[in-house]
Structures are given as structure tokens and as C-alpha cells.
């Protein structure tokens, strides 16, 4: 397996890590990394450095600790609730992963999947392009597609303005 084939492969199981580690306990951080370890790393890869700088990318260099450890907390039940809900972090990484083409539509919630779209629709994309972008099933995409387009209509109903 080449270098890129095997970052398209981490990718998505270093954000589920991220999400068994925030969201789902033990068992299923233990799947995610039995998963990643299970890949088939190139000779000159290492596997856990690449999912060590892999999660450190994902990282955003802009938060301070506070707010990039913060969702630890929710482990000790005696400490202040979270300042932003951890889940929301999550789904954030997930639609600016999937809006790189670096998470593919089977991976995204149908929350997320639909801001996705919304979004690649917004920058002007055909239904085709976002289909492919996101490596996704075509009545999936367009279950999304069409999700955004009564949303819009309802947005110009109400507002009085063509959609």
C-alpha cells in the first residue's frame, strides 16, 4: 500500500477514534485502534507515529488548553460542565473533513452529511461533484440534496423571496 492510499484509510478511522474516545467508552476506542492498527502501513510508515501527527492535524493550533482538553472533564463527574458540548466538536472535525474530500458520506451522520451539502451547494456544486466528492451512494447524496433544496424553499416562503 502506498503513502496516500494508507492516509485515505487512516483518515476516517483516526476521526472515529476521536469520536469513541469523546462519545462511546472503552470498547470502542478499543475497536478504532484495533482497526487502525489492523491497516496495512507502508514499509517505511510507522503506524502509530502516523496516527499520532494525523490526530495532531486534526487538532486546531488556535484553541488554547483549556478548550482542547476541556472535554475531559465530562470523565470526573465533581468538575463544571463542558464549555461547549463535546459531540458539537465531533461534528465539526467530521463536515470539515468531509468538505476536504477526506471523509466520505458513509462516515458523516445524516446531520452532518445535509450541512455538507449545504454547504457544497452554496460554493455552486452539482449534485454529480458533491456525489463524488464525498464517495457517497447516489440516493444518499441526493436524499441530501433534496433535504437542502425544500429547506431553502421553506427559507424563501417564509422570507418572501425566490429560493
Given amino acids: 500500500m502506498d503513502r496516500a492510499t494508507y492516509l485515505d484509510n487512516l483518515v476516517p478511522l483516526a476521526v472515529r477514534l476521536v469520536c469513541a474516545v469523546h462519545d462511546e467508552g472503552p470498547a470502542a476506542t478499543t475497536a478504532a485502534l484495533d482497526a487502525i492498527a489492523a491497516l496495512d502501513a507502508p514499509?517505511?510508515?510507522?503506524?502509530?507515529?502516523?496516527?499520532?501527527?494525523?490526530?495532531?492535524?486534526?487538532?486546531?493550533?488556535?484553541?488554547?488548553?483549556?478548550?482542547t482538553l476541556g472535554w475531559v472533564r465530562h470523565l470526573d463527574p465533581g468538575t463544571d460542565a463542558l464549555p461547549i458540548p463535546h459531540q458539537n466538536i465531533n461534528t465539526r472535525l467530521a463536515i470539515e473533513l468531509a468538505l476536504a474530500g477526506n471523509l466520505p458520506a458513509h462516515a458523516l451522520t445524516n446531520d452532518e452529511g445535509a450541512e455538507v451539502v449545504r454547504i457544497l451547494l452554496e460554493r455552486g456544486w452539482p449534485e454529480n461533484e458533491i456525489r463524488d466528492h464525498l464517495d457517497g451512494e447516489p440516493a444518499l447524496i441526493h436524499r441530501w440534496v433534496v433535504r437542502e433544496h425544500a429547506a431553502r424553499a421553506r427559507g424563501a416562503k417564509k422570507t418572501g423571496t425566490a429560493a
Fill in 43 to 67: 514499509d517505511d510508515v510507522h503506524p502509530w507515529t502516523a496516527l499520532a501527527v494525523t490526530l495532531a492535524a486534526m487538532s486546531d493550533p488556535n484553541r488554547g488548553t483549556e478548550d
